[in-house]
Each structure stands twice: as structure tokens, then as C-alpha cells.
């Protein structure tokens, strides 16, 4: 299972249009036992860009595939020196008003737990807890050699010692938190590697041609099975990672519900797809359900 297609979908002509009304939602959250899954949408609030909304970046950007980072020292230089410099913008996100509804209705009992497809950690910065993180988070790093775990911020301070004068200005700040650099800005960027082995450090996320681990699908067919209603925020449900468990949500007889603007892959299986800005949207339910949403939390480090 791929994080991210490297085709693109083209919408049926006769999926059912998108509303305004809110009500299934809230009939919904009121009935509790309501499982999220979020996509790249729900932080587009936040100043992390969507893939394929307006303004989506998939169509000029090229993530880079697991076999290309391992293969060569090259591609990893490549890979460090956007990702460092969009980390400087990545990491100081902060969690918009989506994310803050979400963790209120965790908190007033209303979900049973939320899947999301991001890397961002905004869910958790809000306030969520329990949430998986279906494709990681870039906030950690693993050595491929040993399997050590390490903060992301901690890497961030050693490539900011080995490359003290790196200070390109990028293009885009893709939704993986990769930059967009030429081959001149990149230049020599230094790669640092394990402290424990010396191994490769990559991000934990799943890059593109990398298998979402068993375990973990197997732990979110479970959330859907036992959840009353599945809730989608802001995924196009283009990648079969997100649309396998709207699909079973639909064949369990669990009412599937989608916020998003545009059309998504899912909607033929929904029972309704609310085309609102997801802040505006669930900050409204929330009001309707007399759920206060509280102030900003802290962003990840």
C-alpha cells in the first residue's frame, strides 16, 4: 500500500453533489461512538498545503519513493535538504480550528478514535489522544540499521551544525514537509548519520512505494468495525490507504459521512459529503452541540 498514488483519480460524472447542512454530522457526534479519519485537508488551516485541493501541489511535485532513499547517497542529500528546510516551516504549525473540534469531541466522549492519513502531528498538538498516525509522523526518525527512535528536533540541530550556511529560499512546502530545491540549492548539504550505529536515519512516514505496516491496518479495521460511524475530514480518498476503511464502514452498514470541498472517491459510499471549510464547518457543529472548542495548543517540536 502506497502512501500517495502516482496516478491521479478522475471523479465520476454522477457522484452525488455536495451540501451545506450539517445535520448528519451532528446526529452523528450526538450518538457518540463516531471513528475520524482525517486527511491533508484538515490542515490546510494551518498553512500545510493540500495534495489535490486548490492550490494542491501533487501535480508539480514529486515525493520522493522509499526505493530512491535507500538506493543512493545522492537521492538522501536531496531528500535532507528540502525536508530540513520545510521543517523549518513544518514544524512550527500550529493546530487550526478542525483539529481543535476534533479533540473536543474526544474529550466530551463523542469519538471513538481518529485515524489520520497526515504526517503533522496536529491532531495530537490539539489535544487528541489515542490517534494513529496511518502513514507516521515526521516529528520522529528512525535508523534504518539499528530501528532507533530519535525526536525530529533533535536531527534538525545536527543539520543545522553540519550546515551552518544553508539558507536557500524554497518554492513550495509540500504536504510531507518536503521542500521544493533545485539541484544548485541543494549543492553539497551534508547528511548526518545514527549516533547510536551510524546507519541511514529516515523520517518515520511511509514513503511512496513503502507498505503501511500490517499491524497497523489490521488496528484500524478494528476502530472500524467497532465504531457506529465513520467520519471523514478533508481526504480526497484517492489512495487505498484512507478509501479501504470508508469501503468497509459501507459493507459493515456503518454510515459514512465526508467534509470536504471538493469531490473524493468515497462519496458514492457516503450518506452525505459536506462541502464547507472543515474549520468553519466543525467549529459549527461544535457550537450546536454546546461543546466548547477551546484556544490553540502548542505545535509539535
Known amino acids: 500500500m502506497r502512501m500517495r498514488p502516482t496516478l491521479s483519480w478522475t471523479p465520476a460524472q454522477d457522484l452525488p453533489p455536495g451540501t451545506t447542512d450539517l445535520e448528519p454530522v451532528i446526529d452523528a457526534l450526538s450518538s457518540g461512538g463516531v471513528l475520524v479519519l482525517s486527511g491533508a485537508g484538515i490542515s ?6 493540500d495534495y489535490r485541493g486548490e492550490g494542491g501541489s501533487l501535480s508539480r511535485h514529486t515525493p520522493m519513493t522509499y526505493q530512491d532513499f535507500t538506493a ?3 537521492a538522501r542529500r536531496r531528500y535532507w535538504a528540502r525536508s530540513h528546510l520545510g521543517w523549518r516551516t513544518f514544524g ?5 480550528a478542525g483539529h481543535r473540534a476534533v479533540a473536543a469531541f474526544g474529550r466530551h466522549g463523542r469519538l471513538s478514535g481518529v485515524i489520520t492519513q497526515n504526517v503533522d502531528s496536529l491532531h495530537q498538538a490539539a489535544g487528541s489522544e489515542g490517534v494513529v498516525d496511518l502513514h507516521g509522523s515526521l516529528d520522529r526518525v528512525v535508523c534504518l540499521s539499528c530501528g532507533t527512535f530519535s525526536p525530529r528536533g533533535e536531527l534538525a540541530r545536527r543539520l543545522e551544525a553540519a550546515n551552518a550556511g544553508f539558507r ?6 509540500n504536504p510531507d514537509g518536503d ?7 541543494v549543492g553539497d548539504f551534508r547528511v548526518v548519520p545514527c549516533t547510536i550505529c551510524g546507519g ?3 523520517p518515520d512516514v511511509v514513503f511512496f512505494g513503502e507498505s503501511v505496516p500490517v ?8 476502530m472500524v468495525r467497532e465504531a457506529a460511524s465513520l467520519l471523514v475530514l478533508g481526504s480526497s480518498l484517492t489512495v487505498m490507504s484512507g478509501l479501504r476503511f470508508v469501503r468497509l464502514a459501507a459493507q459493515t452498514g456503518k454510515p459514512v459521512l465526508i467534509v470536504n470541498q471538493d469531490v473524493t472517491r468515497g462519496d458514492s459510499l457516503a450518506v452525505t459529503r ?8 466543525l467549529t459549527t457543529v461544535a457550537t450546536r452541540l454546546g461543546i466548547p472548542v477551546g484556544e490553540e495548543a502548542a505545535g509539535p517540536v
Open 215 to 222: 499491524p497497523r491496518v489490521e488496528h484500524c479495521r478494528e
Open 44 to 49: 490546510t488551516e494551518s498553512g500545510i498545503p
Open 179 to 185: 521542500a521544493d530545491l533545485t539541484d544548485e540549492q
Open 168 to 173: 536557500p529560499v524554497a518554492s513550495t512546502i
Open 200 to 202: 541511514i536515519l529516515k
Open 92 to 96: 512550527r504549525a500550529r493546530p487550526n
Open 274 to 281: 459536506i462541502a464547507l471549510p472543515l474549520g468553519t464547518a
Open 72 to 74: 543512493g547517497a545522492q
